[in-house]
Every structure is written in C-alpha cells, then in structure tokens.
C-alpha cells in the first residue's frame, strides 16, 4: 500500500501545481462551448500532467524499494509515455487529431507486446490454437486493437465530475486484489501506483471540477488499464480472461455502442462527437430536469450528481469480475446481464420513460 499513499501524495500536490500554472496560459484551458461541455467555466484541462508525473515518482520509488520489478515498472513508464504523449500534445494545442491520438496508442501497445511479452495469446472457452496457429498474425493485432480501444474508451466516458477517475480507481484496485490473490506483486504494485495517482487528481477534479483529466490523462489510465490486465490474465492462468473482460465491460461497451448507435442509427462517421452517451442523457434527462435552474453554481452541482449513477453501473461490473475472477462462465452470464442492462436502461432514457427509481424531486 506504500505506492498508493506516495503516489496520492504526489500527485495531490502536482495536480495542485498544474491548477495554479494552467491557469496562466490559455491554451491548457478547456473552453465551456460544445455539444459535450456541462461546466460553466473554462477549466483547465492538464489533469494527466500531475497523474503521469505521479506514477513515473512512485516508479522511482518502488525500483529503489523493490528492485526485483524495478524493470518491469520503467518499461511500463516507457510505453505508457508515447499514449500520454499523444493526449496531453493535444491537451496544449488542440491540433492532434483522434486517429493520430489512436495510432500512437497503438505504438504504445506494440512496445508492450514486444517489451513487455503483453500480448493476448488465449480466450478462456475458446481454443487457444486459433491464436496459437495464427501466431504473430493474430496475437499483435489483437492486442494492439485491445489495448488502443480501452483508452479511447476511458476517453470516451470522461465526461463528467470524477466519472472516469472513479471508474478507474475501482478497475485498478480490483486489478491489484486479484493481482495479490495469485502473488503477482508487479501487477499489483503498479495497480496501486497508478490508482494513487488518480486519486489524488480526483481530490481536485470532485465534486467542483477545478481541473480535467483531458486526454493526456485519458489516454495514460486506458493503456495502463488495458496493459495491466493483459497481463494479470495471461501471466497466470488461473485468472480468467473474462474476469478482464467483465472488468472493462462498461467503457468498452459504452464505446461499441456509441459507434453502432453513430453508423447504423444515425449515419454519421464513428468519430464524430455527440451528445448523446448514457452518461449525457442521464445529465439532462434525469439530473438537470430535476436541479430546476441552469445557473452556473446548478450546473456544476449537477454535473458531480450525474458521476454517482455511472458509478453504480460499472460496479455492477467491477464488484462481481473482482469476486469471480475464476469462473470464466459465471463471468460470461454477468457480461451477457450488463449488455442487456445498458441497452434497457438507454433505452428507456432515450424515450423520456426513466424508471422512477433514478428519478431525483424537482427543485423549485
């Protein structure tokens, strides 16, 4: 628990720098125009600067405490710099496209694979020779798609008041039980490093919102969560790969939905932004309705109160992966239950039928 606390603490105090210096220039602002902007203010948007810096701290720290996973710790650092890069480039000048953005995630994910042997080699129930036969063919792909479609999807949920740094804090804290439960102290020390990383940003970022995570930060918590559970799965065996995938389920199937619903319902390119996310809809249909005003101090309170309902949902998630983390069928029935969950819950949103149980009283 030594590299949550050092982590927290550092990053506690470098989110606290990055607010004041953000400040300062205008281009680390995050503006309040557009179809996705709730808050009233410009907020600066650098949150990954202090979470980033935290970890490779703590890295140092773990190397000179435990040298045994020293190594693996600076390959880590060193593949998760090139996704961070790519987002807090853009954080800055607002000039890195999302395919760029992407493709440097997956450079990311190649370095892993070859440096760090992360590479999706088997899928619990179903045969390991179709990736075995396929080989390189198959393995790098699949990882790297893996790998850059969990950060874009981190991405994607980063949409509110300490939305995806919970959402993620839960995800690592669960990577590091199940990490310690099988003895793999390197998963679990890095889990650890960067959930205290994110906790500390979250002690900034909730419930008043003084700083985003952006995409520096966004893009540096998915390729981690994404490595590491890779990782955890395929170094020992005895953890199911649907623990993994039960695990992910909520940012990544928010991300598969939000490109169906954009090609197929819509007919719109995949990439282009909407307002239309579960988490958006909660915001304006349930949370907003019920704040009564639109005044600036309404809609941030509003904005930290919409986080809370897609907390619950991932843990529907994260709470039976981390108990289950064996029973790949058991695993697979919670997959199957979340699906059905998420599109019901949407779709009762979408037509204005949001079931009473969610509803808040309306203020006057």
């Known amino acids: ?5 050092v982590s927290f603490l550092i990053s506690l105090l470098l989110t606290l720098v990055a607010i004041r210096i953000a400040k300062l220039h205008e281009a680390a602002l995050d503006s309040h125009d557009g179809v996705q902007k709730v808050h009233a203010h410009v907020v600066p948007r650098v949150g990954g600067i202090g979470i980033f810096l935290a970890v490779v701290a703590t890295g140092v720290f773990t190397m000179w405490r435990a040298p045994a996973i020293g190594d693996g710790i600076v390959l880590l650092l060193a593949c998760s710099t090139v996704a961070f890069l790519g987002g807090i480039v853009e954080d800055f000048t607002k000039s890195v496209s999302p395919v760029r953005r992407l493709t440097l995630t997956m450079c990311a994910a190649v370095l892993g694979y070859w440096l760090l042997d992360a590479r999706i080699e088997h899928i619990d129930g179903i045969s ?7 080989s390189i063919w198959l393995t790098l792909p699949l990882t790297v798609l893996a790998v850059a479609g969990i950060a874009n999807a981190v991405n994607i949920i980063d949409g509110f008041n300490g939305l995806a740094s919970v959402v993620t804090i839960c995800m690592l804290l669960s990577l590091g039980y ?5 003895g793999d102290m390197f998963v679990m020390v890095a889990a650890l490093m960067v959930a205290g990383a994110t906790t500390g940003f979250l002690a900034w970022n909730y419930p008043a919102g003084l700083i985003f995570l952006g995409d520096g930060g966004a893009y540096f918590l998915g390729f981690m969560l994404g490595e590491l559970s890779i990782l955890l799965v395929m170094r020992n065996p005895q953890v199911s790969t649907w623990y993994a995938m039960l695990l992910l389920i909520y940012p990544v199937f928010e991300t598969l939905f939000s490109i169906y619903r954009r090609i197929f319902l819509r007919g719109r390119s995949p990439g282009m932004p909407d307002g239309i996310h579960l988490h958006s809809l909660i915001f304006r249909r349930l949370v907003l309705w019920a704040a009564g005003r639109h005044d600036a101090r309404a809609l941030t309170r509003s904005n930290s ?31 199957l239950l979340f699906v059905i969950s998420y599109v019901w819950l949407y779709a009762r949103i979408v037509r204005f039928k949001s079931p009473r149980w969610m509803m808040l009283p309306r203020k006057k």
């Open 1 to 5: 628990m030594n590299s949550f606390f």
């Open 128 to 134: 390991s020779q179709i990736l075995v036969l396929g």
């Open 178 to 182: 199940v990490a310690l439960q099988v």
């Open 305 to 335: 109160m919409t986080s809370p309902y897609l907390w619950l949902l991932s843990l529907m998630a994260v709470i039976p992966a981390t108990l289950l983390w064996k029973h790949s069928f058991v695993l697979i029935l919670f997959c």
